[in-house]
């Protein structure tokens, strides 16, 4: 199996993609990160869900956690709404900062795909063929394939 | 709303799990990440989605992927089934290089289980009470709590 086998279509957004929305977009399609594309046609960025919640937090919290204490409840609640407005290149960390994006070629073995992943702490890779991005793959679906006797219901199925 | 209102009660492992079982079972329950229980009350690790993966990778590819490439398709199809008989404890990295857990407490906001997942760059988080860990956040939840008109159905419902 390669892994233009398991790549599936998700959407990615762009640097003018509202933030919430892009987090949003995220949340509903329970995706592991979100792919970026950027103003030419190679530049790609990926981010883990993990750094996408950086759209949805003040900058003074991303850099001091504790500060976060000082919100009360109601206005951490509120905090998605205070961010809405600002476009995902205006949040997303400064280009120079992201490291090489994790992408793996459409023919890459499922191992090459795993090692893809681990190295760049990444659950979302992006496929390529030749210059052209064809896809991505996320974690859940590689484990999917990797472990297909651990599925949700397999744990119930007798032995 | 605060951290205990949207902990959750996930399976955690321990070092002498085995590693490939471990990798299972967070492909069973479509976890981003496992929580690994150390010897003693308090040392818990806990490990993204993409670096569980290393649980079932020789470790020569993971210092160097590109080796992958000298496997063959069914050889890396085969991998998981290799390494089945090691530990968690034998397979996660040197417990030297793990960073301080990402940890919040169950009366944080929202708010500060953004800021700690997203600092921590770990897509699950220990919810603890005092001394104590009463459970885990998962990213998926905490976006489902943040956005609840973000649901997978919402897409398709009518404005």
């Known amino acids: 199996?390669?892994?233009?086998?398991?790549?599936?279509?998700?959407?990615?957004?762009?640097?003018?993609?509202?933030a919430l929305e892009a987090a949003k977009l995220m949340a509903s399609r329970s995706l592991p990160?979100?792919?970026?594309?950027?103003?030419?046609?190679?530049?790609?960025?990926?981010?883990?869900?993990?750094?996408?919640?950086?759209?949805?937090?003040?900058?003074y919290v991303q850099e001091n956690p504790a500060l976060a204490r000082v919100y009360d409840e109601k206005a951490s609640d509120l905090m998605a709404t205070k961010l809405a407005g600002r476009t995902v290149g205006e949040v997303m960390p400064p280009r120079r900062e992201l490291a090489e994006i994790p992408r793996v070629n459409d023919?890459?073995?499922?191992?090459?795909?795993?090692?893809?992943?681990?190295?760049?702490?990444?659950?979302?890779?992006?496929v390529g063929h030749g210059e052209q991005i064809v896809g991505t793959i996320t974690i859940r679906r590689l484990l999917e394939v990797l472990f297909p006797d651990a599925g949700p219901d397999s744990e119930q199925a007798p032995a």
Chains 1, 2 share one sequence.
């Open 1 to 18: 199996m390669r892994a233009i086998d398991i790549t599936e279509q998700h959407p990615m957004v762009d640097e003018s993609t509202d």
């Open 33 to 59: 990160g979100l792919v970026i594309r950027g103003d030419g046609k190679h530049p790609y960025t990926v981010l883990p869900a993990s750094q996408v919640l950086r759209f949805v937090i003040p900058t």
């Open 107 to 126: 023919d890459d073995t499922l191992l090459e795909v795993c090692a893809v992943m681990a190295s760049f702490h990444s659950p979302i890779v992006v």
